[in-house]
T-cell receptor, first 118, second 115 residues
Framework: AQKVTQAQTEISVVEKEDVTLDCVYE???????LFWYKQPPSGELVFLIRRNSFDEQNEISGRYSWNFQKSTSSFNFTITASQVVDSAVYFCALSEARSSGSARQLTFGSGTQLTVLP | EAQVTQNPRYLITVTGKKLTVTCSQNMNHEYMSWYRQDPGLGLRQIYYSMNVEVTDKGDVPEGYKVSRKEKRNFPLILESPSPNQTSLYFC??????????????FGSGTQLSVL
């Protein structure tokens, strides 16, 4: 069964610090996708990134970067020069094929609450 | 405007009284799904649908039903709600890319309390 672990329940940093959110996953599939979503205090859920299992290149988008390492089954998310507006719950998620081959299930981690203090 | 619409936003009910939470999307997405969010547990998938008339169980399907008669609608039905179904519920939709949901668009959530 697929599983996503976000061991950091809460992280607190001061503005302008860099912060890394950890995500470790378990899957038996060779083909799978990993995601990050953001849930700000307003409650909506916002897509950040999708990465497939065959693409291990790191990705950078502005202050956000993602480090995908298959060898350690990790897909970590770093925010550089954090800002107060980055305060949110961040979820890592995994999508893999069912054994039937035709269905797709999405499993989320328990989330990391990031608080950026001014 | 592209969106996923859930109704109602808040619902208080009593044990055993059947209820339906509606979900509708206007993006012609094939994939739709339901999640519940509980403190410390993150989001757990209840049911998902890859297309019309195709539904499958997620991690926590017990006590829930869904149907996908039309592409745009994916209602969540609680036939006999119990207090342990008190939770924040999210509906989501996505187009499918390379056989997987590409990226989920979420509704605003439904806070359900079962007394």
């Amino acid at each position: 069964a697929q599983k996503v672990t976000q061991a950091q329940t809460e992280i607190s940093v001061v503005e302008k610090e860099d912060v890394t959110l950890d995500c470790v996953y378990e899957t038996r599939d060779t083909t799978y996708y990993l995601f990050w979503y953001k849930q700000p205090p307003s409650g909506e859920l916002v897509f950040l990134i999708r990465r497939n299992s065959f693409d291990e290149q790191n990705e950078i988008s502005g202050r956000y970067s993602w480090n995908f390492q298959k060898s350690t089954s990790s897909f970590n998310f770093t925010i550089t020069a954090s800002q107060v507006v980055d305060s949110a719950v961040y979820f890592c998620a995994l999508s893999e094929a069912r054994s039937s081959g035709s269905a797709r299930q999405l499993t989320f981690g328990s989330g990391t609450q990031l608080t950026v203090l001014p | 405007e592209a969106q996923v619409t859930q109704n109602p936003r808040y619902l208080i009910t009593v044990t055993g009284k059947k209820l339906t939470v509606t979900c509708s999307q206007n993006m012609n997405h094939e994939y739709m799904s339901w999640y519940r969010q509980d403190p410390g547990l993150g989001l757990r998938q209840i049911y998902y649908s890859m297309n019309v008339e195709v539904t499958d169980k997620g991690d926590v399907p017990e006590g829930y039903k869904v149907s996908r008669k039309e592409k745009r609608n994916f209602p969540l039905i609680l036939e006999s709600p119990s207090p342990n179904q008190t939770s924040l519920y999210f509906c989501a939709s996505s187009q499918i890319l390379q056989g997987m949901p590409e990226k989920l668009f979420f509704g605003s959530g439904t806070q359900l309390s079962v007394l």
